[in-house]
């Protein structure tokens, strides 16, 4: 926060604000390169990728993606995990046919599905590596000859992933990258082109992989500052390590949500999520005053979502260990009090 703010004064001496220099001035030109080559390092990600930074959030994916890779005619696979996976397969339909291999909805997303078959006609299968609001997390990818895609938005850079097994991944940058404003894509350069669509130059990746995300303004800032998050991430040891941390972080919680009896997971063993941690009390009057007791111990932000109700802890990379050890305590304080 503190080389942004000074960044946004003034961007390595020069005199001149992040804010107001020229987006193909050489000083922003080096800050994307470097992003670039961040992304490329800290996940592997080989020439056979192009790595761009879009604007108009994930959501702008959901439906760039069929309207990139699918052709009139064409059928997309999906997998239903959660909210944004049926986003996105609301903006697919617009542009294909689609079939939905499985959901979990009528279990209230509270799982990830594992037996569906994958048709061989399919242009991609689309999946939504983490649930945000439900808190379920693939920890394994599907074994297909078709092209993976994946919705990374809320654990892109939490642990390591192996990009060879997808065709595209997209994620809005404000979870675990940097500021909302910026959008990564990694997408394989020959599967681009050939929906025979013309598209809007705007809406079409050839022309930002070709403009090297420069084809408009790009959002300056927020690319900036996702730079300097890859360069911590790389200073804590890349993504081996980072992962380990959120392994031991998530082992934290979710131990004293099994060991604490006023409290119960949402999802599926299984299927946890690293990075939302969502649980309830079965004693739900009970939930207001503990709300009040974690805000008194400096944690906030722990509602859950009103889908799940409860509670979600939300431990994305910028959350130390420490915070979690807070959490616990106030769980073990509660629950002795309770008593
Ligand atoms: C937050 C989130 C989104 C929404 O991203 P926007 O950048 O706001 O469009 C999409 N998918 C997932 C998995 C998310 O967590």
Redesign the pocket.
């Known amino acids: 926060m503190e080389e942004a703010a000074q960044g946004a004064i003034n961007l390595n001496n020069s005199g001149l604000s992040i804010l107001e220099i020229s987006h193909r001035s050489a000083d922003f030109t080096a800050i994307i390169q470097e992003a670039e080559q961040l992304v490329r390092e800290l996940l592997g990600v080989s020439d056979d990728y192009a790595v761009l930074f879009l604007s108009g959030?994930?959501?702008?994916q959901f439906f760039m993606v069929p309207m990139n890779l699918l052709g009139e005619g064409d059928m997309a696979a999906y997998l239903d995990t959660g909210s944004?996976s049926s986003k996105a397969i609301k903006e697919a339909k617009l542009f294909g046919k689609v079939e939905v291999l499985a959901s979990s909805k009528p279990d209230n997303y509270n799982y990830i599905p594992k037996e569906f078959a994958i048709p061989t006609n399919a242009k991609y299968l689309h999946l939504?590596s983490?649930?945000?609001i439900y808190g379920t997390q693939y920890q394994w990818w599907p074994e297909t000859n078709i092209p993976l895609i994946s919705?990374m938005?809320?654990d892109i850079f939490s642990r390591p992933i192996d990009v060879q097994k997808f065709g595209l991944i997209y994620a809005?940058a404000?979870?675990n990258m940097g500021p909302?404003g910026v959008?990564l894509v990694i997408v394989r350069k020959d599967l681009i082109g050939k929906s025979g669509r013309t598209l809007p130059s705007m809406l079409d990746y050839q022309t930002h992989i070709e403009g090297e995300s420069l084809y408009n303004t790009p959002p300056v800032f927020p690319i900036y500052v996702s730079m300097l998050t890859l360069r911590w991430i790389k200073k804590m040891g890349g993504l081996a390590a980072v992962k380990k941390i959120n392994e031991d972080k998530a082992k934290l919680l979710y131990d004293e949500i099994d060991a604490n009896p006023l409290f119960k997971g949402t999802a599926a063993i299984d299927d946890r999520s690293r990075m939302n941690v969502t649980f309830v009390m079965p004693e739900q009057d009970l939930e207001k005053s503990f709300l009040k007791a974690c805000e008194e111990a400096g944690c906030v932000e722990l509602k859950g979502h009103r889908s799940v109700g409860g509670f979600r802890a939300s431990i994305y990379n910028a959350m130390p260990l420490e915070g979690i050890q807070t959490l616990v305590n106030v769980m073990r304080d509660y629950a002795e009090k309770h008593d």
Do not use: M, V
């Open positions: 959030g994930a959501s702008s944004w939504t983490n649930n945000t919705d938005s809320s809005g404000q979870k909302a959008t």
